[in-house]
């Protein structure tokens, strides 16, 4: 065993002296060393209830034959990280979550790994971990929290938190009404009831075969959850007496896999950032034109909120992922292997779309989609050389084409500003730059001006277009990822107040309607703007990769 490196011979007597201290015994050091992987913290919601998944876990490990440790990793809420300093550091620590658990697991020498997550920038963390480390590994993402419910109706956090304070500014309800969606809309321990991010992660987790069946939409608050958990515990062994290893199980077919799954589940546009980040450590090269490429023939099949009225709940009981995944059966690969130790294919005979509500489908058929393309869209041309990301399943049709007149920001706080001040009209584009990774730094979430022009009806006359990111919430006409960024001198830093944008997401194409040569003039006189960056920031500044790559560091 790999753990015998620091627990057998009698040059380990040290070693055994420090981990009896801990509470082994001689029965414990005969079996092989599993590190449990928790991200479990009082910080976020997501998180709240992981400490009850570890028992689960750890029992399930202890039944097939292995010692457990757990140890802990960072986690940030971005919702509570949003719309301030704070989020600058939501995807540094992604990098600092995935080097913690290399650094723990391989000073460790556990035989085998499994990895207890949930939310946007943790789930990614634990994978990349997963696929440097190349252990015999499972993952159990925490579940979706249930729906608020607020009168009759149900609630999530970004349609009636985020987007409720523009409604608010426009008086379209009242300080009472605000309050009582404050207090009900988030229902408790689970990561937000919509396809936002975390959940996003957590799908395309299982359909890159690293966690089991079900486990992606198995809310926190059920016992199918906990069920998941033991027996990922008892597979983590099975895995490792077979030698199965996630580089075997996370192939280029599987990623393939996890883009269609996205697609078509009309995904957060981080997975833009996530998935070729993850793929690098797992020594796959992941362009996000494949995204585009994709895109092209795999519908959007699944329309939960932001883009439409269901929630996680009703995916879940529509059969989850890997009824989805039955759906999408003829443009899948479906000899792929998975952590269950079986193919895709072996999977999916145990899981059929089911159709609960009887008055709507929440999973679509491939010859009845909800849209003929996949959910994101790469636009390029001389404001993105590099490419920028769309959501497109979340805009509105009359949005597809728009060209507007610009109205330029240096950060988000200043663009939020103007947003609820007013200073936005009808037809404009908002440019908010220097917030990409190198920029920002640390590419923050615009989840705040985009609510904003949302809950003050302006999503389906106002394009919004950034070098930043947004959060899995975000519904419109709103590009992001700009490549090149603003500090680095792309075009979106010579972006003018009344300058002329067209963003055409059929053509896959962002335009600044200005010539080269005045573009030319512009970038003589720009200079970045002077941003005195300490301690973490500065580092990552210097190391960060474009957000066309991933945002991987050097």
Known sequence: MKSDNVKMGVERTPHRMLF????????????PLVGIVNSWNELVPGHIHLDKLSDAVKAGVRMGGGTPLEFNTIGICDGIAMNHEGMRYSLPSREVIRDSIEIVARAYQF???VFICSCDKIVPGHLMAMGILNVPSIVVTGGPMLPGYVGDTYRDLVHDGFEAVGLYQENKISLE???ELECYSCAGAGSCSGMFTANTMACLTEALGLSLPGCATAHAV???????AKKSGLMVMELLRRGITPRMIATNEAFENAIRVDLAIGGSTN????LPAIAHDFGIELPIEKFDELSRTTPHLVSLRPAGDNFMLDFERAGGVHALMNRLKPLLN??????????????LREHVVVNPLKSKEVIATLDNPIHREGGIAILKGNLAENGAVVKQSAVDPKMMVHEGSALPFNSEEDAYKAILDGEVGR??????RYEGPKGGPGMREMLS???????????????????GRFSGGTRGPCVGHVSPEAWEGGTIAFVEEGDIVRVDIPSRSLTLKVSEDEIAERKKKWRRPDKKLSGLLARYSKSVRSASEGAILE
Do not use: W, Y
């Open 271 to 274: 997975t833009v950032l996530h």
């Open 427 to 432: 037809g404009d584009v908002v440019v908010i």
């Open 177 to 179: 009404e605000l309050k």
């Open 20 to 31: 009896r201290a801990c509470g082994l015994v001689d029965e414990e050091f005969e079996r």
């Open 449 to 467: 001006p985009t609510s904003a022009i949302a809950g003050m009806g302006l999503s389906d006359s106002v394009a919004l277009i950034t070098d």
């Open 334 to 347: 479906t000899q792929a292997l998975t952590v269950s130790g079986r193919t895709l294919e072996d999977n």
């Open 222 to 228: 059920d016992a199918k959850k906990v069920h998941i």
């Open 111 to 113: 035989d085998a790994l």
